[in-house]
């Protein structure tokens, strides 16, 4: 089963930061917190992760409480393109540990 | 980053035939890869890990016998559905990630439609 909550919809207009919150109340000591999207009819992105650090890339920032269990992923100016499922997902490094996925959350983004 | 790559994109099959997937990594070695399937406005299901040179481990409620999955080398894996059924009709995707890096890599998906 999925180990994190995300709400089920978003909307957010064009150019407005986008705060994508997340719940993992369950994390354990090893796992990161990763960030992926997916676009209509295509398979998964990855966007960002991290383990208990604010990270930053091109694409995002993300936010982890100091407790890590909850989050919040930031598309700081939201365009059109970044209209998706994202989803939350918790998982250890290394090739070998399953990804899965919950039910994500949709975000709309508005002209 | 790393590239996955599955093989077709897109897929129209006969009840009762058997369709094959592949997904490759392209730049880097996988000694496991993953399969999911996703029905309409869902979210990614697992469905099995895929492991070189071993047999593959399914989720429960997959049935091994109808999705037969080959791991035959470092970089290729193929799921093969078996007697598909209009129910079998969905977007399968794979992925693989590198033992070094942090991320997953997903293939472009693979969309089965059965007729």
């Known amino acids: 089963d999925a180990k994190t909550t995300q709400p089920p919809s978003m909307d957010c207009a064009e150019g407005r930061a986008a705060n994508l919150p997340c719940n993992h109340s369950t994390i354990s000591g090893n796992e990161y917190v990763y960030w992926y999207r997916q676009i209509h009819s295509q398979g998964p992105q990855y966007i960002i992760h991290?383990?208990?650090n604010n990270e930053t890339n091109e694409m995002a920032s993300l936010i982890i409480t100091e407790d890590r269990k909850s989050s919040t992923l930031i598309l700081p100016h939201a365009t059109l393109r970044d209209t998706a499922v994202y989803y939350c997902?918790?998982?250890?490094?290394?090739?070998?540990?399953?990804?899965?996925f919950g039910a994500g959350t949709r975000l709309f983004v508005k002209a | 980053g790393a590239v996955v790559s599955q093989h077709p994109s897109w897929v129209i099959c006969k009840s009762g035939t058997s369709v094959k997937i592949e997904c490759r990594s392209l730049d880097f070695q996988a000694t496991t890869m993953f399969w999911y399937r996703q029905f309409p406005k869902q979210s990614l299901m697992l469905m099995a890990t895929s492991n070189e040179g071993s047999k593959a481990t399914y989720e429960q409620g997959v049935e091994k016998d109808k999705f037969l999955i080959n791991h035959a080398s470092l970089t290729l894996s193929t799921l093969t559905v078996t007697s598909a059924h209009p129910e079998d009709s969905s977007f399968y995707i794979c992925?693989?990630?590198?033992?070094?890096?942090?991320?997953?890599?997903f293939g472009q998906g693979t969309r089965l439609t059965v007729v």
């Open positions: 991290g383990l208990k």
């Open positions: 992925s693989a990630r590198p033992d070094r890096a942090t991320e997953a890599f």
């Open positions: 997902i918790v998982s250890p490094r290394g090739g070998g540990f399953k990804t899965i």
